[in-house]
């Protein structure tokens, strides 16, 4: 029962992983910012002369956390346009450079902006201090907070990839170059925890593009690619996949029923009982390849 239970909960995080990981995400900046917040006020209470408002610091420290927490969507992107490599590691390290200054530089002012409202709200006034000192105050915390969010990203990427199970390309020693990279497979090879199967290219049903990854979608199950869309049905487009949207493809057996509406898009209805949307940009094409020789 328990398994289950487990099974279905990822099951559920499988279907909307950036959804889940921002709600644990703003459970942990608001839990963060709670026991920061109580900690600036007990300790300013130990002294006799304390002018300290409660909400003050509740403010402080949640204008914090909520401008961090809208800034996520960012740090997700960037991450994903550039992930940790072993190759290149000046330019990884110039270009984190820069990230961490963009991400302190909108932190500051969405944190300093909100403060101002809110302060500005019980009829005070919200200063900064002096700008230079302040940032390089605040850009000490955010550099440190941005390696953390980076080495955290690709740690969580790591570990959901080995426990759902990431798809691999079988390499043939014998083929290289163009050769290799336009020949169909037959299987792919998927990496989960400490075992490796194979699953057949004739089961995966659907394709999703998703970032640097290409989820394959087979049998209720997703494993994803590391590879764009375009290249991946330059594979199999003589396996009978074709392009539906700009960031779906689909494999011609999986089929049950395509509906047109009158915008020129439809739907296409999967013998799995998934439904896909079918763009008109790409319907002329769609047809054409659906079509015998």
């Not at 990981?21 to 459970?27: D, G, K, M």
């Not at 057996?253 to 739907?267: E, F, Q």
Request: with cysteine; hydrophobic share 40%.
């Amino acid at each position: 029962m328990t398994n289950g239970k487990t099974k279905s909960l990822f099951a559920r995080f499988d279907r909307h992983p950036q959804l889940f990981s921002y709600l644990l995400l703003a459970a942990y900046f608001f839990i963060n910012a709670a026991i920061n917040a109580s900690s600036v006020w007990m300790e300013h209470n130990r002294s006799s002369n304390n002018t300290l408002q409660l909400w003050e610091p509740i403010v402080w420290e949640y204008s914090s956390a909520v401008s961090t927490l809208l800034l996520c969507p960012l740090f997700f992107w960037w991450f994903s346009r550039h992930p940790l490599q072993l190759t290149g590691i000046r330019r990884q390290l110039l270009l984190h450079l820069f990230g961490s200054l963009v991400f302190s530089v909108c932190h500051v002012a969405i944190m300093v902006g909100l403060r101002e409202l809110i302060y500005y709200w019980h009829g005070w006034n919200y200063s900064f201090g002096p700008l230079l000192r302040e940032f390089f105050y605040e850009y000490r915390k955010d550099a440190w907070g941005y390696l953390f969010f980076l080495l955290g990203y690709q740690l969580a990427q790591f570990v959901y990839s080995r426990i759902k199970g990431e798809a691999h390309q079988l390499d043939n020693a014998e083929d290289s170059g163009a050769t290799q990279s336009l020949k169909a497979p037959e299987h792919f090879l998927v990496k989960k925890l400490d075992k490796e199967f194979l699953i057949r290219v004739d089961d995966i049903e659907w394709l999703e593009a998703s970032g640097n990854y290409v989820n394959l979608h087979s049998k209720g199950r997703i494993y994803p690619l590391r590879a764009t869309l375009s290249n991946t049905l330059a594979q199999l487009s003589s396996k009978g996949f074709s392009r539906i949207h700009r960031s779906l493809a689909i494999n011609h057996n999986a089929i049950d029923s395509i509906s047109y509406d009158s915008s020129g898009d439809g739907d296409i209805l999967l013998k799995s009982g998934q439904q896909l949307a079918l763009s008109r940009r790409y319907k002329e094409a769609f047809r054409a390849a659906l079509q015998p020789d």
